[in-house]
Nanobody
Framework: QAQLVESGGGLVQAGDSLRLSCAAS????????MGWFRQAPGKEREFVAA????????NYADAVKGRFAISRDNAKNTVYLQMNSLKPEDTAIYFC?????????????????WGQGTQVTVSS
C-alpha cells in the first residue's frame, strides 16, 4: 500500500529554519510529481511547492518563493522542503502529495497520494 509520511515539523521562532521530509513507501514515486501543500486553521489547503519527477523543474507559491526550496532524492524515495526565514503566517499543517506529471502543479486534485501532515508553528 502506497504511503507518504511527513516529518520535521515543530515549533520555531520567526526567522528560523526547518527542513521537512516526506518518506514514500509501498511503491516507487520516482515517476511522479511531488508537491507540498499547507493548511492553516480556518483556511483552505494551499499549494506551497512542487517538483518534477527528475527534480529539474520546481515551482513555488509566491508567498514562499525565495525562502523555501523543494528537492527530492529518488534513490531514497524521499522529498524535502527546506524552509528558511520562517514567518508566523507560515504556521500550518504541511502535507506531502504525489501525483501524475500532468495538469496544474498547484491543483490539489492532480495529486493522488497524500500524507497525514506535519505541524509547523512559527512564533513571533
Amino acid at each position: 500500500q502506497a504511503q507518504l509520511v511527513e516529518s520535521g515539523g515543530g515549533l520555531v521562532q520567526a526567522g528560523d529554519s526547518l527542513r521537512l521530509s516526506c518518506a514514500a513507501s509501498g511503491r516507487t514515486f520516482s515517476g511522479d510529481r511531488m508537491g507540498w501543500f499547507r493548511q492553516a486553521p480556518g483556511k483552505e489547503r494551499e499549494f506551497v511547492a512542487a517538483i518534477s519527477p527528475s527534480g529539474r523543474s520546481t515551482n513555488y507559491a509566491d508567498a514562499v518563493k525565495g525562502r523555501f526550496a523543494i528537492s527530492r532524492d529518488n534513490a531514497k524515495n524521499t522529498v524535502y522542503l527546506q524552509m528558511n526565514s520562517l514567518k508566523p503566517e507560515d504556521t500550518a499543517i504541511y502535507f506531502c502529495a504525489a501525483g501524475y506529471y500532468v495538469g496544474s502543479y498547484s491543483d490539489p486534485r492532480q495529486y493522488v497520494y497524500w500524507g497525514q501532515g506535519t505541524q509547523v508553528t512559527v512564533s513571533s
